[in-house]
T-cell receptor, first 111, second 113 residues
């Protein structure tokens, strides 16, 4: 009964490839997020969706395209992967009041 | 935009000692301040939070204080144990249509037995 689940857990791919990460939450939350955590552990917000509508796009390269088919799902597609995209990507959800529930993360390694 | 600064970046204490982590935020419109603990290889998990209408909150060995005037908030852990070793993140929530949680850079706490 994982609250926020994301797949895959690990993703190893070569530069130039396209990959997707999927996220689903069963908490009934209206807002979902993607955060990127780099090697120095810094957590940086990338996107936020509220009821399937994009409300935050933090100057992320347009190679990153989020998609929210419904308020329980927020997927992340990345085109033309670069070495600098290697990081842990966390999906999260909230009811709008601020407290985030994170998924277990997807460790992306670009070689 | 909102900015959250967190200090220290690393903290090493002996088991039983207290640990204090401090954060400052820039946007006075921030109204919610959670703290997250992230163990190695795991996801960040909420350990305590405080809203802007409260000055202090305590939950067993952990407490958080907020000074809205100075835009400071702090995490206090008493009687530290080895299992408290982790990276701790403070965060400030900006509402009013933004619904954005901005994190500090994290503090790596090591508790030595």
């Amino acid at each position: 009964d994982t609250a926020v689940s994301q797949t895959p857990k690990y993703l190893v791919t070569q530069m130039g490839n396209d990959k997707s990460i999927k996220c689903e939450q069963n908490l009934g939350h209206d807002t979902m997020y993607w955060y990127k955590q780099d090697s120095k552990k810094f957590l940086k917000i990338m996107f936020s969706y509220n009821n399937k509508e994009l409300i935050i796009n933090e100057t992320v390269p347009n190679r990153f395209s989020p998609k929210s088919p419904d308020k329980a799902h927020l997927n992340l597609h990345i085109n033309s992967l670069e070495l600098g995209d290697s990081a842990v990507y966390f999906c999260a959800s909230s009811s709008g009041g601020g407290s985030l529930h994170f998924g277990n993360g997807t460790r992306l390694t670009v070689t | 935009g909102e900015n959250v600064e967190q200090h220290p970046s690393t903290l090493s204490v002996q088991e039983g000692d207290s640990a204090v982590i401090k954060c400052t935020y820039s946007d006075s419109a921030s109204n919610y301040f959670p703290w997250y603990k992230q163990e190695l290889g795991k996801r960040p998990q909420l350990i305590i939070d405080i809203r802007s209408n409260v000055g202090e909150k305590k939950d067993q060995r952990i407490a958080v204080t907020l000074n809205k005037t100075a835009k400071h908030f702090s995490l206090h852990i008493t009687e530290t144990q080895p299992e408290d070793s982790a990276v701790y993140f403070c965060a400030a929530f900006l509402s009013g249509g933004y619904n954005k949680l901005i994190f500090g850079a994290g503090t790596r706490l090591a508790v030595h037995p």
